[in-house]
């Protein structure tokens, strides 16, 4: 087996624990649910399991046990898969409230149980209700809310299911908790379920990764998006198609109910007797027999909310029987009754005697479907019509019902579509398209040093993303395009530090010249510049200037500081190496070293384009002799005015020239040198640059004693 294939081995073997921890969640809920039900209690405790495995495992565990609970149990109970949506709300909710710390802290406590029990009481009041319109016992506890007579019917019910589902949700929240505390914290990842196509995040990094920064809207949610609005809009349509056809189907079986109920009474009448019937008033036996027999005919099918016989005249509908149906009494014998408009149409068919088709009515008897069935004498002519109603709002509750029905299975099937989308777009889009982010923005940051980048370079080929399509694509070419950029960057690196050294030797050469040609200044450039290095390193250390000593400020100013007295070139040997004090004529003519100094850098500089560590040089070469009360040359420059590289060269230059023997002058003491340093501080000098001079003094000893054999 390859060394790379042991974490995907290590995930299946991960992910069937889980699994197995999902059944044991399932078989908690059944188990419990069992339980009290063969006690008697008036509890239900079939989603301790589910909080349980979504508060430890996650989304994903949490409503794959909700779920699967009701699945099971709609087994032996269908009933039970309508409530599937309340189980899976409340794993998901659970899993919500665990990662915000609610299982920890009393109001979260108080909050899920409350949260919980809107979803079990007052969900699960409104889909029975739906389903099958309130109903309830009078002793029950809905019963005794409505007979006070403070509540309606519905609030009454809802109210009632709220009452009645707390203990449930207390309990079931106690033994969350007792659950949380008794299984070490640990082991709850071995109830989630992984699904990781890459190396697995863990620690600060996961927490990084899962949320990255975005202009406006993340992928995950426009997934989401996508996801949800399609699945909606297809469930639509496809429960719109769904309820209309099972309504049309449901009309057309009722029609064919009332049509056979008519032909069944109609076969029972004596078409030859119906003017003796109206003439007597039903005052005989037969007719009293039959309207028995239409009574059980009517009595036989529950759908089925009225029975009649009409005779058709040209004043309207004369009553030959009209049974008692429910609380409505039937019309009395030979009633007329007027034809209803919706038979305006069917007027002439019925005076011929005719058959017609079932018609829809909506009238003071209630919105109801007749099927109308003639009745004929031996001579073949209709004497009268029997009419066999269908309550249309039994149909209307049944399509509700139905309705109710599909939202509550679609809903719990939407939201564990959801999270088990989610999940998979966690591990196979998000994950790995912000790993490569966060690397490619860590690469872009790594600009100091090669190590750094290499070592960015192996996290990014660490990350071994193998999704198997288009990312795992990206990654592989996103691979050799740091691989290539880090070898590219070392080149360049080498290149940079060859040139760089070929500077500095440029550099050390152009000082020498002009140090061999001054008698008396022995190593003085490699001093100032060690004094440099002292000096600014100081500042930094006690963020001084901050905003100005930056790496690259430190390294031009240390590898420039041997130009400082470059200008010296320009002064005839009888000034620079006269043994005895200058003239002011003569004292003049050196100060012009700053001058000329200023104007060979500046000649240098002009010949490259862009950034030039050379500035520096400039700036040390011209502002060295500058003094931070403005008495200095050449510009008598004060304060920050000065250029800090300048500041901090004074500084260097003249603690060398102290303390370094001079053919005019023995080298001071380093206690008088120093003590001349500390007098010019906030005169001569920069007083930080002072300051932290003196606070480095070990490494000062250090320098002075490597070149200055009898300090």
């Not at 139905?402 to 939201?415: A, D, K, N």
Request: overall charge negative; hydrophobic content about 40%.
């Amino acid at each position: 087996m390859k060394t790379k294939d042991l974490p995907r081995l290590f995930s299946a073997r991960h992910n069937l624990t889980a699994l197995i921890l999902c059944a044991v969640g399932v078989a908690v809920n059944l188990l419990l649910g069992y339980i009290v039900g063969i006690m008697g209690l008036p509890l239900y405790l079939d989603t301790v399991g589910t909080v349980a495995i979504a508060a430890m495992g996650g989304y994903l565990p949490g409503v794959i046990v909700g779920f699967a609970t009701n699945i099971a149990k709609s087994i032996s109970d269908p009933v039970s898969l309508y409530y599937g949506i309340l189980n899976v709300l409340i794993a998901a909710l659970a899993s919500y409230f665990m990662s915000r710390g609610w299982f920890k802290k009393i109001g979260g406590i108080i909050g899920s149980v409350f949260v919980f029990t809107l979803i079990g009481g007052g969900i699960g009041a409104l889909i029975p209700w739906f389903m099958d319109g309130l109903t309830f016992d009078s002793e029950s506890l809905i019963g005794v809310l409505y007979e006070t007579g403070y509540f309606s019917l519905e609030v009454s019910n809802i109210l009632g299911s709220l009452l009645l589902d707390l203990p449930d949700k207390v309990l079931t929240v106690f033994l969350l908790i007792v659950i949380l505390k008794i299984i070490p914290e640990k082991y709850y990842d071995m109830f989630s379920i992984k699904g990781w196509l890459q190396t697995p995040i863990t620690g600060e990094n996961a927490a990084t990764t899962e949320h990255s920064e975005v202009r406006a809207i993340s992928l995950k949610n426009k997934i989401f998006l996508v996801l949800g609005s399609s699945l909606i809009l297809v469930a639509a349509v496809a429960t719109a198609i769904s309820v209309t056809v099972y309504d049309k189907t449901l009309v057309k079986e009722h029609e064919r109910l009332a049509q056979s109920t008519a032909k069944i009474a109609a076969s029972i009448i004596d078409g030859d007797r119906i003017d003796e019937y109206l003439k007597t008033g039903g005052d005989t036996h037969d007719y009293n027999r039959t309207k028995d027999h239409l009574r059980e005919i009517l009595l036989s099918s529950t759908d089925i909310a009225y029975l009649y016989v009409y005779k058709i005249e040209s004043d309207g509908c004369h009553v030959v029987f009209d049974l008692d149906s429910g609380d409505v009494p039937g019309e009395p014998i030979d009633t007329v009754i007027p034809f209803d408009r919706e038979f305006e149409d069917k007027l002439d068919d019925l005076m011929a005697g005719k058959s017609i088709d079932p018609i829809i009515t909506n009238d003071r008897y209630g919105h109801l479907l007749t099927a109308y069935e003639p009745v004929y004498d031996s001579n073949g002519r209709c004497t009268c019509y029997v009419g066999a109603d269908v309550d249309m709002s039994r149909l209307t509750d049944m399509v509700k019902s139905y309705l109710t029905e599909l939202i509550s299975v679609f809903s719990g099937f939407f939201i564990v579509l959801c999270v088990f989308v989610i999940w998979l777009t966690r591990y196979h889009l998000i994950l790995p398209i912000n790993s490569i982010s966060k690397c490619a923005d860590d690469l872009s940051k790594a600009t100091d040093t090669q190590d750094e980048l290499d070592w960015n370079v192996r996290k990014i080929r660490e990350l071994d993303v193998h999704t198997g399509d288009e990312i795992e694509a990206l990654y592989n070419s996103f691979c050799k395009l740091t691989l290539g950029q880090a070898e590219q960057m070392r080149s360049i690196r080498h290149l940079n530090d060859s040139t760089a050294k070929m500077q500095d030797g440029l550099i050390i050469t152009m000082a020498d010249m002009v140090e061999n040609r001054d008698s008396d200044t022995g190593a003085h450039i490699q001093k100032t510049a060690a004094y440099v290095k002292i000096i600014v390193e100081g500042l930094k250390a006690k963020g001084y200037y901050a905003e100005k000593i930056t790496p690259k400020f430190i390294s031009d100013v240390v590898r420039s500081a041997p130009l400082h007295d470059v200008g010296k070139i320009n002064v005839p040997d009888n000034v620079l190496n006269k043994p005895g004090k200058l003239t002011d004529e003569e004292f003049e003519i050196m100060k012009l070293h700053t001058v000329a100094g200023k104007k060979i850098i500046e000649d240098a500089i002009s010949t490259v384009k862009g950034e030039n560590y050379l500035k520096e040089a400039r700036n040390m070469a011209a502002y060295h002799h500058e003094r931070w009360d403005g008495n200095g040359y050449p510009e008598k420059l004060h304060g920050e005015v000065i250029p800090l590289s300048a500041r901090i060269m004074a500084v260097a230059d003249v603690f060398d020239a102290l303390t370094s023997p001079r053919v005019y002058k023995p080298a001071f003491p380093l206690e008088k040198a120093l003590s001349i340093i500390e007098e010019g501080k906030g005169k001569q000098f920069d007083p930080k640059c002072v300051e932290v001079f003196m606070d480095s003094l070990p490494e000062v000893r250090v320098i002075l004693q490597k070149y200055n054999k009898d300090a």
